[in-house]
């Protein structure tokens, strides 16, 4: 009896990061309206999580540390991981005849629903950023901008 619990609870544990690694899909956040977004899995609970994106006036592109501290299994269709982040993202405006750039370290938390039967993710994340080099102070803000809110939602397939 003990033995089938065990095996029906593992039995819906997901693929991913285990042997499927590389995850590949679109989120918006940051500041952009769309992101081509992109995770490695280097072990079974760590990975580099990468976006660009733009929203017409800001561009933006981005790397991620990502570590699983938590791994809720309280469904029978997905798993919910939860982990930390940090980061580095670098963007620039352009508009009014200028471009301003922006340049800065991130990080925050993040949890995902991960699919049993489909090796797919939706996540989302939220935190803050500090840009010392940011466009505000170019197009007149002064330091408006030097923290920011940090947050993104998507959906990344694996292969």
């Not at 993202?89 to 508009?95: K, Q, R």
């Not at 935190?127 to 809110?149: D, H, M, R, T």
């Amino acid at each position: 009896m003990l033995t089938a619990l065990i095996l029906a609870h593992a039995a819906h544990a997901t693929e991913i990061g285990t042997v499927r690694k590389f995850g590949l899909g679109a989120e918006v956040g940051n500041g952009t309206y769309i992101s081509v977004a992109a995770k490695y899995w280097l072990t079974e609970k760590s990975g580099i999580s990468f976006h660009a994106g733009t929203s017409f006036g800001y561009h933006e592109v981005g790397a991620r540390y990502e570590s699983t501290f938590y791994t809720g299994e309280w469904f029978s269709w997905a798993d919910l991981p939860i982990w930390w982040w940090a980061g580095a993202d670098a963007g620039g405006f352009t508009g009014y005849g200028i471009f301003a750039p922006q340049l800065g370290v991130s990080g925050g938390a993040g949890a995902a629903l991960q699919f049993a039967n489909f090796p797919g993710e939706a996540y989302f994340t939220a935190g803050a950023g500090v840009f010392p080099v940011n466009y505000c102070s170019s197009i007149g803000l002064g330091g408006l901008c030097w923290i920011q809110g940090r947050g993104t939602a998507g959906f990344r397939y694996y292969f």
